[in-house]
């Protein structure tokens, strides 16, 4: 992941045109599959980004693909959610502790969830298999879902595009990687945070009493 520069340069000077078809299939697993939050999502596409400036991609390819990929991959990840969500949380092929995060931030945020959680990673993956095993109805999640990718794509991407090759993100590649990993698991971090505080003062509560 911290090296996504090269991974990526690579894979556009050995397969040209299909470059698009793989990155939006990381797109669509990294989205759609609860079993692959680990792959990259922000930073695959402040990448591509860069590529697009740097005239290896064409952004607006890059935009339309990844964008359908996202609203793909989320549309998959709900069906699966009301199929088989709670069949595979109760036989552990699902991490509860990530399902039982994602709804606390639906109880926070409601149905605009399935936007903000776009630019949080791992709630991002887990937030429409909830949704499905939640059973919101399915005209509002794709609506929210279609909002959510087209901002989250085209946001990352396109500050790719723009800030990409600036000399002082391209030698510092690696850094700004991990910039971007750090700021979109801030909310997360914050939520965890207050969550733990307020069970603290709970406990202390509790205790004088």
Known sequence: MLHLDTHLAAIIAE????????????????TGLV????LPGDSLLFAAGTFAALGSLSLPILLVTLTAAAIAG?????????????RAVARGL????????????????????VVLARFVPIVRTFAPFVAGVARMPWPTFTAFNCAGAALWVGSL???????????VVRDNFSAVVLGIVAVSLAPL??????????????AGGGASA
Do not use: Q
Request: hydrophobic share 45%; charged share 15%.
């Open 15 to 30: 397969h040209g045109t299909a470059t698009y078809s793989i990155l939006a299939g990381i797109v669509f697993c990294e």
């Open 35 to 38: 079993l692959t939050p680990f």
């Open 74 to 86: 989320d549309a998959v990840n709900y069906l699966i959610g009301a199929t088989l969500g709670p």
């Open 94 to 113: 699902i991490n509860p502790a990530f399902v039982a995060k994602t709804e606390a931030f639906y109880a926070a945020h409601g149905p605009r969830t």
């Open 157 to 167: 991407t396109v500050a790719g595009a723009a800030f990409g090759t600036l000399p």
């Open 189 to 202: 971090a914050v939520e965890m945070w207050l969550e733990r505080r307020k069970n603290t003062k709970g």
